[in-house]
């Protein structure tokens, strides 16, 4: 199984400062035929189910703010909150969904400093 | 809009068996394949295994930890997507979710296995 690898585990941003996570795969999850990378990230809050925010490394869901962004390709990925608020207290995953067996990165957990 | 309710999760002994269901609507539900994932209490996120549509002769594959206990399967005439679990243990107590291919999510059904 391909074993995602998220970092840190927590970390703590002042109201409207920069967020960043980051994601590694133990192999890469691009696939060249269609130069696709097969990674979504998903925020979940506390008793709710995760909410797709990023698809394709970098494809924002409809509906998500602009300020998460995400980047990266083939092993590592990153996501960024450009300005923190308060509602995005949660905590984050990355997924590959490149092989039939989805894995998960461990989980961060995001809160205000 | 993407709908997937999930239900028939509760409370089961060890040893005991509880089927899940899952209703889809809002998508092609025939033409898609199908997963379900599972969140233990204060973890994170397990693939639990998926299901092909009829073109790929409806095919199920299984995460290890469930792989000859747990049994995948769909009723395209009325978009229901099952999860069988047979000998459950203490450590299958989760919410599962099932969600697509396309990555859209239900909202959950909680099992919890104990005695």
């Known amino acids: 199984d391909i074993v995602m690898t998220q970092s840190p585990d927590s970390l703590a941003v002042s109201l409207g400062e920069r967020a960043t996570i980051n994601c590694k795969s133990s192999?890469?999850?691009?696939?060249?035929?269609?130069?696709?990378?097969?990674l979504a990230w998903y925020q979940q809050k506390p008793g709710q189910p995760p909410n797709l925010l990023i698809y394709?490394?970098?494809t924002r869901e409809s509906g998500v703010p602009d300020r998460f962004s995400g980047s990266g390709s083939g092993t590592d990925f990153t996501l960024t909150i450009r300005s923190l608020q308060a509602e995005d207290v949660a905590v984050y995953y990355c997924?590959?969904?490149?092989?039939?067996?989805?894995?998960f990165g461990q989980g961060t957990k995001v809160e205000i400093k | 809009e993407v709908q997937l309710v999930e239900s028939g999760g509760g409370f089961v002994k060890p040893g005991g068996s509880l089927r899940l269901s899952c209703v889809g609507s809002?998508?092609?539900?025939?033409?898609?394949?199908m997963n379900w994932v599972r969140q233990a209490p204060g973890k994170g996120l397990e693939w639990v295994g998926r299901?092909?549509?009829?073109?790929?002769?409806?095919?199920?594959d299984y995460a290890a930890p469930v792989k000859g206990r747990f049994t995948i399967s769909r009723d395209d005439s009325t978009n229901t997507l099952y999860l069988t679990m047979n000998t459950l243990e203490t450590e299958d107590t989760a919410v599962y979710y099932c969600?697509?291919?396309?990555?859209?999510w239900g909202q959950g059904a909680l099992v919890t296995v104990s005695s």
């Open positions: 809002g998508f092609n539900f025939t033409n898609g394949w």
């Open positions: 299901i092909k549509n009829k073109d790929a002769g409806w095919r199920a």
């Open positions: 997924q590959q969904y490149y092989s039939t067996r989805w894995t």
């Open positions: 192999q890469s999850v691009l696939y060249s035929s269609n130069s696709k990378n097969y």
């Open positions: 969600t697509t291919e396309t990555l859209s």
């Open positions: 394709w490394a970098s």
